[in-house]
């Protein structure tokens, strides 16, 4: 399923803390590694050391912490909605917003949010 959004429109899911490692490969194949801050069904938060363009698309994959006993990796296509330097967080904080989610993957996510929204 692919996503998309008005640029106008701003945040409209609720985001659900998940803090836990997770990589980001770009294009050229190169994987950095990243931590979760949030997640929500339009994109999630990360922090990362380095600064991308806004607009820069790439794939993320991290294991989803559901109640099951391993934890799905969950892969998605994002794009950088914004990024900002956060002393608090360490590093660059990333706003992204899924493009592309498969069929699995938009399972996993509204399960996670199920379990874990207020």
């Known amino acids: 399923m692919i996503f998309t959004q008005d640029k106008s429109e701003?945040?409209?899911?609720e985001r659900v803390t998940l803090r836990t490692q997770a990589t980001i490969l770009l294009s050229d194949?190169?994987?950095?590694?990243?931590?979760?801050?949030?997640?929500?069904l339009g994109g999630m938060a990360i922090v990362a050391d380095?600064?991308?363009?806004?607009?820069?698309?790439?794939?993320?994959?991290?294991?989803?912490?559901?109640?099951?006993?391993?934890?799905?990796?969950?892969e998605a296509k994002v794009r950088v909605a914004h990024s900002v330097l956060s002393g608090k967080e360490?590093?660059?904080?990333?706003?992204?917003?899924?493009?592309?989610l498969n069929d699995a993957a938009?399972?996993?996510?509204l399960q996670f949010l199920e379990q874990n929204s207020k």
């Open 10 to 13: 701003k945040r409209t899911h």
């Open 29 to 40: 194949r190169k994987a950095i590694k990243v931590r979760t801050l949030d997640i929500a």
């Open 50 to 74: 380095g600064n991308p363009n806004s607009g820069v698309v790439f794939n993320i994959q991290f294991m989803l912490p559901l109640h099951t006993d391993i934890p799905p990796l969950f």
């Open 90 to 100: 360490g590093g660059f904080k990333i706003g992204l917003q899924f493009i592309e």
């Open 106 to 109: 938009e399972s996993m996510l």
